[in-house]
Protein backbone atom coordinates (compact mmCIF):
# COMPACT_ATOMS: atom_id res chain seq x y z
CA UNK A 1 0.00 0.00 0.00
CA UNK A 2 2.59 2.30 1.01
CA UNK A 3 4.95 1.61 -2.34
CA UNK A 4 1.55 1.73 -4.30
CA UNK A 5 1.28 5.51 -2.41
CA UNK A 6 4.80 6.54 -3.48
CA UNK A 7 4.53 5.54 -7.28
CA UNK A 8 1.34 8.15 -7.14
CA UNK A 9 3.40 11.08 -5.45
CA UNK A 10 6.08 10.27 -8.33
CA UNK A 11 3.43 10.08 -11.41
CA UNK A 12 1.81 13.43 -9.94
CA UNK A 13 5.52 15.14 -9.57
CA UNK A 14 5.82 13.71 -12.98
CA UNK A 15 2.97 15.35 -14.19
CA UNK A 16 3.33 18.42 -13.01
CA UNK A 17 7.34 18.54 -14.26
CA UNK A 18 5.60 17.79 -17.66
CA UNK A 19 2.96 20.08 -17.39
CA UNK A 20 5.91 23.07 -16.10
CA UNK A 21 8.24 21.58 -19.23
CA UNK A 22 5.24 22.22 -21.83
CA UNK A 23 4.18 25.49 -20.17
CA UNK A 24 7.85 26.99 -20.37
CA UNK A 25 8.30 25.30 -24.26
CA UNK A 26 5.29 27.04 -25.54
CA UNK A 27 6.35 30.48 -23.92
CA UNK A 28 9.76 29.89 -25.32
CA UNK A 29 7.90 29.01 -29.00
CA UNK A 30 5.92 32.04 -28.32
CA UNK A 31 8.47 34.64 -27.91
CA UNK A 32 10.08 33.62 -30.66
CA UNK A 33 7.26 33.59 -32.90
CA UNK A 34 6.82 37.09 -31.47
CA UNK A 35 10.67 38.06 -32.26
CA UNK A 36 10.03 36.91 -35.94
CA UNK A 37 6.86 38.73 -36.27
CA UNK A 38 8.76 42.40 -34.82
CA UNK A 39 12.36 41.31 -36.72
CA UNK A 40 9.32 41.14 -39.99
CA UNK A 41 7.22 43.97 -39.33
CA UNK A 42 11.19 45.98 -38.45
CA UNK A 43 12.21 45.20 -42.00
CA UNK A 44 8.52 46.32 -43.39
CA UNK A 45 9.15 49.46 -41.72
CA UNK A 46 12.96 49.99 -42.65
CA UNK A 47 12.02 49.60 -46.23
CA UNK A 48 9.01 52.55 -45.61
CA UNK A 49 11.60 54.81 -43.88
CA UNK A 50 14.42 54.26 -46.73
CA UNK A 51 11.99 55.52 -49.24
CA UNK A 52 10.91 58.44 -46.85
CA UNK A 53 14.46 59.29 -46.96
CA UNK A 54 15.08 59.15 -50.71
CA UNK A 55 11.97 61.76 -50.70
CA UNK A 56 13.91 63.76 -48.22
CA UNK A 57 10.27 63.51 -45.81
CA UNK A 58 13.31 63.15 -42.50
CA UNK A 59 10.47 63.95 -40.00
CA UNK A 60 8.19 60.88 -41.09
CA UNK A 61 11.32 59.04 -41.63
CA UNK A 62 12.28 59.54 -38.20
CA UNK A 63 8.92 58.55 -36.95
CA UNK A 64 9.11 55.31 -38.82
CA UNK A 65 12.47 54.23 -37.89
CA UNK A 66 11.85 54.73 -34.77
CA UNK A 67 8.81 52.45 -34.36
CA UNK A 68 10.74 50.36 -36.65
CA UNK A 69 13.77 49.97 -33.82
CA UNK A 70 11.36 49.07 -30.84
CA UNK A 71 10.31 46.29 -32.88
CA UNK A 72 14.11 45.28 -33.53
CA UNK A 73 16.98 47.35 -31.47
CA UNK A 74 19.87 45.67 -32.99
CA UNK A 75 19.14 45.82 -36.34
CA UNK A 76 22.36 47.41 -38.02
CA UNK A 77 20.94 49.39 -41.21
CA UNK A 78 17.90 50.91 -38.70
CA UNK A 79 21.06 52.48 -36.77
CA UNK A 80 22.40 53.89 -40.06
CA UNK A 81 19.24 55.23 -41.59
CA UNK A 82 18.70 56.79 -37.82
CA UNK A 83 22.41 58.09 -38.29
CA UNK A 84 21.88 59.43 -41.97
CA UNK A 85 18.34 60.94 -40.96
CA UNK A 86 20.54 62.92 -37.41
CA UNK A 87 23.18 63.83 -40.30
CA UNK A 88 20.97 65.71 -42.64
CA UNK A 89 19.05 67.46 -39.36
CA UNK A 90 22.43 68.35 -38.16
CA UNK A 91 22.61 66.07 -35.01
CA UNK A 92 26.01 64.85 -35.66
CA UNK A 93 26.42 63.41 -32.01
CA UNK A 94 23.15 61.74 -32.39
CA UNK A 95 25.04 60.27 -35.72
CA UNK A 96 27.39 59.30 -33.82
CA UNK A 97 26.53 57.26 -31.31
CA UNK A 98 24.06 55.56 -33.64
CA UNK A 99 26.75 54.55 -36.21
CA UNK A 100 28.71 53.18 -33.32
CA UNK A 101 25.49 50.76 -32.55
CA UNK A 102 25.33 49.37 -35.78
CA UNK A 103 28.85 48.60 -36.04
CA UNK A 104 28.65 46.95 -32.85
CA UNK A 105 26.00 44.79 -33.84
CA UNK A 106 27.02 44.39 -37.56
CA UNK A 107 31.51 44.77 -37.32
CA UNK A 108 31.49 43.65 -41.13
CA UNK A 109 29.05 46.32 -42.68
CA UNK A 110 31.05 48.70 -44.40
CA UNK A 111 28.39 51.40 -44.04
CA UNK A 112 28.47 52.04 -40.56
CA UNK A 113 32.05 52.67 -41.37
CA UNK A 114 31.24 54.62 -44.22
CA UNK A 115 28.62 57.29 -42.75
CA UNK A 116 30.97 57.49 -39.53
CA UNK A 117 33.71 58.92 -41.90
CA UNK A 118 31.38 61.23 -43.17
CA UNK A 119 30.08 62.45 -39.63
CA UNK A 120 34.14 63.23 -38.94
CA UNK A 121 34.27 64.92 -42.33
CA UNK A 122 31.67 67.07 -40.92
CA UNK A 123 33.62 68.13 -37.85
CA UNK A 124 36.47 68.48 -39.91
CA UNK A 125 38.31 65.92 -38.70
CA UNK A 126 39.87 64.49 -41.64
CA UNK A 127 42.11 61.63 -39.89
CA UNK A 128 39.66 60.29 -38.25
CA UNK A 129 37.21 60.38 -41.22
CA UNK A 130 40.30 58.98 -43.28
CA UNK A 131 40.09 56.02 -40.67
CA UNK A 132 37.12 55.48 -41.12
CA UNK A 133 36.66 55.49 -44.84
CA UNK A 134 39.96 52.94 -44.95
CA UNK A 135 37.91 50.73 -42.79
CA UNK A 136 35.16 50.69 -45.13
CA UNK A 137 36.97 50.58 -48.49
CA UNK A 138 38.90 47.62 -46.97
CA UNK A 139 35.35 45.51 -45.84
CA UNK A 140 33.86 46.08 -49.50
CA UNK A 141 36.47 46.57 -51.97
CA UNK A 142 34.55 46.76 -55.04
CA UNK A 143 32.21 49.61 -53.18
CA UNK A 144 33.66 52.34 -55.47
CA UNK A 145 32.15 55.37 -53.44
CA UNK A 146 34.31 54.46 -50.17
CA UNK A 147 37.76 54.41 -52.23
CA UNK A 148 36.52 57.42 -53.58
CA UNK A 149 35.73 58.78 -50.21
CA UNK A 150 39.36 58.20 -49.02
CA UNK A 151 40.85 59.65 -51.87
CA UNK A 152 38.97 62.37 -50.95
CA UNK A 153 40.30 62.95 -47.73
CA UNK A 154 43.74 62.26 -48.37
CA UNK A 155 43.71 64.99 -50.75
CA UNK A 156 42.13 66.78 -47.52
CA UNK A 157 45.27 65.49 -45.42
CA UNK A 158 47.81 67.34 -48.16
CA UNK A 159 48.27 63.56 -49.31
CA UNK A 160 47.89 64.16 -52.86
CA UNK A 161 50.42 61.33 -54.27
CA UNK A 162 49.24 59.07 -52.27
CA UNK A 163 45.41 59.87 -53.34
CA UNK A 164 46.41 59.48 -56.98
CA UNK A 165 48.28 56.48 -56.78
CA UNK A 166 45.10 54.66 -54.99
CA UNK A 167 42.81 55.25 -57.45
CA UNK A 168 45.67 55.04 -60.36
CA UNK A 169 45.95 51.30 -58.88
CA UNK A 170 42.26 50.53 -59.27
CA UNK A 171 41.25 52.04 -62.53
CA UNK A 172 41.52 49.11 -64.42
CA UNK A 173 39.62 47.07 -61.50
CA UNK A 174 36.63 49.57 -62.36
CA UNK A 175 37.01 49.66 -65.72
CA UNK A 176 33.81 50.51 -66.56
CA UNK A 177 33.82 53.33 -64.62
CA UNK A 178 33.74 56.77 -65.71
CA UNK A 179 33.78 58.32 -62.03
CA UNK A 180 37.47 57.24 -61.06
CA UNK A 181 38.98 58.51 -64.31
CA UNK A 182 37.48 61.66 -64.04
CA UNK A 183 38.53 61.78 -60.29
CA UNK A 184 42.20 60.81 -61.60
CA UNK A 185 41.85 63.39 -64.10
CA UNK A 186 41.12 65.85 -61.95
CA UNK A 187 44.00 65.56 -59.64
CA UNK A 188 46.77 64.92 -62.39
CA UNK A 189 45.25 68.62 -63.27
CA UNK A 190 46.08 69.99 -59.92
CA UNK A 191 49.33 68.63 -60.41
CA UNK A 192 50.03 70.04 -63.58
CA UNK A 193 50.07 66.68 -65.73
CA UNK A 194 47.95 67.47 -68.10
CA UNK A 195 48.33 65.17 -70.70
CA UNK A 196 47.91 62.43 -68.92
CA UNK A 197 44.69 64.16 -67.31
CA UNK A 198 43.49 64.58 -71.00
CA UNK A 199 43.53 60.80 -71.96
CA UNK A 200 41.42 60.23 -68.32
CA UNK A 201 38.72 62.86 -68.99
CA UNK A 202 38.37 61.39 -72.40
CA UNK A 203 37.87 58.02 -71.32
CA UNK A 204 35.27 59.28 -68.82
CA UNK A 205 33.48 60.99 -71.64
CA UNK A 206 33.34 58.00 -73.79
CA UNK A 207 31.82 55.87 -70.56
CA UNK A 208 29.17 58.54 -69.67
CA UNK A 209 28.68 60.97 -72.45
CA UNK A 210 25.72 62.29 -70.95
CA UNK A 211 27.75 63.96 -68.23
CA UNK A 212 28.62 67.37 -69.69
CA UNK A 213 31.22 68.36 -66.75
CA UNK A 214 33.38 65.49 -67.94
CA UNK A 215 33.81 67.14 -71.53
CA UNK A 216 34.42 70.50 -69.41
CA UNK A 217 37.09 69.17 -67.79
CA UNK A 218 38.48 67.27 -70.90
CA UNK A 219 38.22 70.48 -72.83
CA UNK A 220 39.77 72.70 -70.35
CA UNK A 221 42.49 70.25 -69.83
CA UNK A 222 43.40 70.22 -73.55
CA UNK A 223 43.60 73.83 -73.49
CA UNK A 224 46.42 73.41 -70.64
CA UNK A 225 47.85 71.46 -72.60
CA UNK A 226 48.43 73.09 -75.85
CA UNK A 227 46.23 70.57 -77.45
CA UNK A 228 44.55 73.61 -79.37
CA UNK A 229 42.67 72.18 -82.02
CA UNK A 230 41.06 69.50 -80.11
CA UNK A 231 40.20 71.98 -77.39
CA UNK A 232 38.54 74.57 -79.71
CA UNK A 233 36.36 70.73 -80.64
CA UNK A 234 35.69 70.48 -77.15
CA UNK A 235 35.09 73.63 -75.73
CA UNK A 236 33.07 74.98 -79.03
CA UNK A 237 30.36 72.05 -78.91
CA UNK A 238 30.22 73.07 -75.16
CA UNK A 239 29.57 76.76 -75.08
CA UNK A 240 26.47 75.65 -76.79
CA UNK A 241 25.07 73.99 -74.09
CA UNK A 242 22.24 75.51 -71.47
CA UNK A 243 23.92 76.25 -68.12
CA UNK A 244 27.24 76.61 -70.14
CA UNK A 245 26.77 79.53 -72.63
CA UNK A 246 27.12 82.13 -69.62
CA UNK A 247 30.43 80.94 -69.05
CA UNK A 248 33.19 83.56 -69.54
CA UNK A 249 36.09 81.42 -68.28
CA UNK A 250 35.56 78.90 -71.06
CA UNK A 251 34.61 81.77 -73.99
CA UNK A 252 37.97 83.00 -73.07
CA UNK A 253 39.31 79.22 -73.11
CA UNK A 254 37.91 78.52 -76.59
CA UNK A 255 38.74 82.40 -77.59
CA UNK A 256 42.63 81.54 -77.16
CA UNK A 257 42.29 78.39 -78.42
CA UNK A 258 41.04 79.61 -81.67
CA UNK A 259 43.57 82.60 -81.53
CA UNK A 260 46.47 79.60 -81.25
CA UNK A 261 44.84 77.66 -84.48
CA UNK A 262 44.63 80.96 -86.76
CA UNK A 263 40.67 81.58 -86.25
CA UNK A 264 41.20 85.36 -85.02
CA UNK A 265 37.99 85.86 -86.39
CA UNK A 266 36.13 83.17 -83.94
CA UNK A 267 38.45 84.01 -81.36
CA UNK A 268 37.50 87.64 -81.06
CA UNK A 269 33.46 86.71 -81.88
CA UNK A 270 34.52 84.32 -78.33
CA UNK A 271 36.21 86.96 -76.18
CA UNK A 272 33.33 89.63 -76.92
CA UNK A 273 30.90 87.24 -75.58
CA UNK A 274 33.01 86.58 -72.76
CA UNK A 275 33.62 90.43 -72.12
CA UNK A 276 29.47 90.50 -72.32
CA UNK A 277 28.88 88.13 -69.48
CA UNK A 278 31.94 89.43 -67.84
CA UNK A 279 33.25 93.11 -68.35
CA UNK A 280 35.27 93.08 -65.14
CA UNK A 281 37.89 90.59 -66.41
CA UNK A 282 40.99 92.35 -67.80
CA UNK A 283 41.77 88.62 -69.28
CA UNK A 284 38.94 88.50 -71.30
CA UNK A 285 39.32 92.87 -72.46
CA UNK A 286 43.36 91.43 -73.53
CA UNK A 287 42.19 88.42 -75.64
CA UNK A 288 39.88 90.55 -77.93
CA UNK A 289 42.25 93.01 -77.91
CA UNK A 290 45.21 90.44 -79.11
CA UNK A 291 42.36 88.79 -81.64
CA UNK A 292 41.30 91.67 -83.14
CA UNK A 293 44.32 93.15 -83.74
CA UNK A 294 44.60 89.84 -85.56
CA UNK A 295 41.95 90.66 -87.57
CA UNK A 296 43.38 94.14 -88.12
CA UNK A 297 40.32 95.54 -86.25
CA UNK A 298 42.70 98.48 -84.58
CA UNK A 299 39.85 100.48 -83.48
CA UNK A 300 37.99 97.38 -81.46
CA UNK A 301 41.68 96.47 -80.26
CA UNK A 302 42.90 99.95 -79.12
CA UNK A 303 39.59 100.22 -76.89
CA UNK A 304 39.69 96.64 -75.77
CA UNK A 305 42.83 97.12 -74.33
CA UNK A 306 42.34 100.64 -72.89
CA UNK A 307 39.56 98.79 -70.71
CA UNK A 308 41.75 96.41 -69.65
CA UNK A 309 44.41 99.17 -68.34
CA UNK A 310 41.66 100.45 -66.37
CA UNK A 311 40.59 97.38 -64.78
CA UNK A 312 44.37 96.59 -63.84
CA UNK A 313 46.18 99.51 -63.95
CA UNK A 314 49.79 98.10 -62.54
CA UNK A 315 49.53 95.21 -65.19
CA UNK A 316 52.32 95.25 -68.06
CA UNK A 317 50.56 93.35 -70.73
CA UNK A 318 47.84 96.04 -71.67
CA UNK A 319 51.12 98.77 -72.18
CA UNK A 320 52.63 95.99 -73.87
CA UNK A 321 50.05 94.48 -76.86
CA UNK A 322 49.22 98.41 -76.85
CA UNK A 323 52.95 99.11 -77.93
CA UNK A 324 52.26 95.97 -80.74
CA UNK A 325 48.90 97.71 -81.75
CA UNK A 326 51.41 101.02 -82.43
CA UNK A 327 53.76 98.79 -84.12
CA UNK A 328 50.92 97.52 -86.39
CA UNK A 329 49.73 101.26 -86.55
CA UNK A 330 53.37 102.43 -87.65
CA UNK A 331 53.64 104.49 -85.12
CA UNK A 332 56.53 104.23 -83.68
CA UNK A 333 56.57 106.87 -81.12
CA UNK A 334 53.63 105.77 -79.51
CA UNK A 335 55.57 102.31 -79.65
CA UNK A 336 58.44 103.38 -77.63
CA UNK A 337 56.01 104.71 -74.78
CA UNK A 338 53.92 101.67 -74.24
CA UNK A 339 57.11 99.49 -74.26
CA UNK A 340 58.75 101.57 -71.78
CA UNK A 341 55.34 101.77 -69.70
CA UNK A 342 55.12 98.15 -69.64
CA UNK A 343 59.19 97.78 -68.50
CA UNK A 344 58.50 100.08 -65.65
CA UNK A 345 55.58 98.12 -64.34
CA UNK A 346 57.42 94.85 -64.59
CA UNK A 347 61.20 95.96 -64.55
CA UNK A 348 62.35 91.89 -64.36
CA UNK A 349 59.99 90.97 -67.71
CA UNK A 350 62.88 90.46 -70.62
CA UNK A 351 60.25 91.11 -73.24
CA UNK A 352 59.48 94.56 -73.05
CA UNK A 353 62.98 95.60 -72.59
CA UNK A 354 63.82 93.93 -76.16
CA UNK A 355 60.73 95.57 -77.97
CA UNK A 356 61.63 99.02 -76.55
CA UNK A 357 65.41 97.77 -78.09
CA UNK A 358 63.57 96.84 -81.32
CA UNK A 359 61.95 100.29 -81.67
CA UNK A 360 65.25 101.55 -81.42
CA UNK A 361 66.62 99.61 -83.90
CA UNK A 362 63.83 100.47 -86.50
CA UNK A 363 63.52 104.23 -85.90
CA UNK A 364 67.46 104.12 -86.92
CA UNK A 365 69.54 104.05 -83.47
CA UNK A 366 71.04 100.45 -83.77
CA UNK A 367 73.66 100.96 -81.01
CA UNK A 368 70.97 101.76 -78.57
CA UNK A 369 68.84 98.96 -79.74
CA UNK A 370 72.01 96.61 -78.64
CA UNK A 371 72.13 97.91 -75.36
CA UNK A 372 68.73 96.95 -74.67
CA UNK A 373 68.89 93.29 -76.08
CA UNK A 374 71.89 93.00 -73.70
CA UNK A 375 69.96 94.12 -70.99
CA UNK A 376 66.99 91.88 -71.83
CA UNK A 377 69.80 89.09 -71.67
CA UNK A 378 70.55 89.71 -68.68
CA UNK A 379 67.15 89.53 -67.34
CA UNK A 380 66.53 86.14 -69.29
CA UNK A 381 69.52 84.71 -70.97
CA UNK A 382 69.51 82.85 -74.14
CA UNK A 383 65.86 84.64 -74.69
CA UNK A 384 65.03 83.57 -77.76
CA UNK A 385 63.84 86.92 -79.45
CA UNK A 386 66.90 89.20 -78.01
CA UNK A 387 69.13 86.96 -78.92
CA UNK A 388 68.07 86.65 -82.68
CA UNK A 389 67.31 90.40 -83.00
CA UNK A 390 71.30 91.34 -81.04
CA UNK A 391 72.74 89.07 -84.16
CA UNK A 392 70.82 91.32 -86.43
CA UNK A 393 71.96 94.29 -84.53
CA UNK A 394 75.05 93.23 -84.83
CA UNK A 395 75.41 92.15 -88.68
CA UNK A 396 73.88 95.51 -89.56
CA UNK A 397 76.59 97.12 -87.73
Known amino acids: MQKRNLWCVVAAALAITLAGGCQASKKKQSQQATARWNHARAGVLYSLASEQYKNSDFDKCRKTTNDALKLNPTYAPLRVLSAKIAIEQGQLEMAEHELELARRFAPNDPEGYYMAGVVYQRWQRPERA ?62 GNYHEAVEMFRQASVLEEQEIPFKERLGLALYYDKQYADAVDVLGKLVTHEGYTQRADLLMALGESQ ?139
Open 130 to 191: YEFYTAASDKNPIELSYLLARAETLVELGRRDEALALLQGKVQYFENSAAIRDAVGQLMTQA
Open 259 to 397: LQTAKPRDARASFESATNIDASNPKGWLGLGRAAMECKDFRRAELALKKAQSLDAKSAEPQLLLGYLRLRQNRSREAMAAFKKASELDPKDSVSVTMIGYVYEKTGKPEVAVKYYGKALKLKPNDPLATKLMAGANLND
